[in-house]
């Protein structure tokens, strides 16, 4: 059972569009969503991250929607260049420490950036 | 000059075989992880260890064992490797257990068991 589920599984966007991925989630209880980026050949690498207070977080191009009610959210990648292209996590987990506080993580969305 | 290490990069074996990888990380940090990536999965929790001699069990350990035997090293072990566990391994270490903690991703190693 995915407790995250990321859409597309893959997108394409031209240079200088703007690419949109989309996560969702099924416990409430998390509360912490951090975003890694992995190039082909490498291991995933943190990008960005929200709290659950917060319904929006940015950082130049990338930019995180977050919407507690509908547990949705979504990453934003502005002005998309080729070097953007690679597969990108989307992860949950509960911020307090101790307890069963690992990360989970969604399948992925491939995103492809044509010059 | 890479803080998480993993060897081999890529490894093949035969069904039964016994496989061993490895992973170092010079971050100094507390909390070690084995995860497997595979096409419509994502990244899977196999073990994981918060000090040397600790081992904790993730959310897909069936098959594999591992162990800690310093706070730089990290073992996944396949004894009798199936089909199955063809998959790419990524190690991981974070400073902290708590679901803050930015983990740090090895580069991964791709095995195949034929």
């Known amino acids: 059972q995915q407790q995250v589920r990321q859409s597309p599984q893959s997108l394409t966007v031209w240079e200088g569009e703007t690419a949109i991925l989309n996560c969702s989630y099924e416990?409430?209880?998390?509360?912490?969503f951090p975003w890694y980026q992995q190039f082909p050949g490498e291991g995933p690498a943190l990008l960005i991250a929200i709290r659950s207070v917060s319904d929006k977080k940015e950082d130049g191009r990338f930019t995180i929607f977050f919407n507690k009610r509908e547990k949705k959210l979504s990453l934003h990648i502005t002005d998309s260049q080729p070097g953007d292209s690679a597969t990108y996590f989307c992860?949950?987990?509960?911020?307090?420490?101790?307890?069963?506080?690992?990360?989970?993580f969604g399948q992925g969305t491939v995103l492809s950036v044509i010059p | 000059e890479a803080a998480v290490t993993q060897s081999p990069r890529n490894k093949v074996t035969v069904t039964g075989g016994n496989v061993t990888l490895s992973c170092r990380q010079t971050n100094s940090h507390n909390y070690m992880y084995w995860y497997r990536q595979d096409t419509g999965h994502g990244l899977r929790l196999i073990h994981y260890s918060y000090g040397a001699g600790n081992l904790q069990i993730g959310d897909v350990p069936d098959g594999y064992k591992a162990t800690r035997t310093t706070q730089e090293d990290f073992f996944l072990l396949l004894e009798l490797a199936s089909p199955s566990q063809t998959s790419l391994y990524f190690c991981?270490?974070?400073?902290?257990?708590?679901?803050?903690?930015?983990?740090?991703f090895g580069p991964g190693t791709r095995l195949t068991v034929l």
């Open positions: 416990n409430s209880a998390f509360d912490y």
């Open positions: 991981a270490s974070s400073l902290d257990w708590g679901g803050y903690a930015e983990q740090f």
């Open positions: 992860a949950a987990s509960v911020w307090a420490t101790g307890g069963n506080n690992k990360l989970t």
